[in-house]
């Protein structure tokens, strides 16, 4: 079983090399190729979620992006937060089962940002994934879903 996870890293690893991602839009793809190299050792690169062109409600405010993923029981995934580096502003990352939040980048009481979080999925379900921009200026942003190997 460890064969095949080294076996299936080395082969992302040689197509992320061998095959540039193309962005529509945005020019984020050497800053994910970064972010997913800095997500850790014991990390296996599985998908982005890229914030596209900002969406506003009729009062004027950021809707944060969402995207929807199926999360398997058993396994301890890790989110992590990219953005270009010529945005000062804020991202936060939120993941939430149904109604209820189940992991951040944000801790409000202490006002501190993380550049991520693990999260050891208990139930295979639908989850959703947001990206935020608390201060309302939209960026060009992107989450990291990559698997974590135990050990």
Known sequence: MKQLF???????????????CQLSGQDLSKEIQDCALNAGNDAVYLQDFKAGK???NADGKLIPAKFTMLLKKNVRYRFTVCKSPSFAGKVVLKLYDENRLMGTTFNPATGKDYPGFDFACTKTGVYHLFIEFPDGTPGEAAAILSYVETK
């Open 6 to 20: 080294k076996i299936i890293r080395l082969l992302v690893f040689l197509t992320s090399i061998l095959l540039p």
């Open 54 to 56: 900002p969406q506003f």
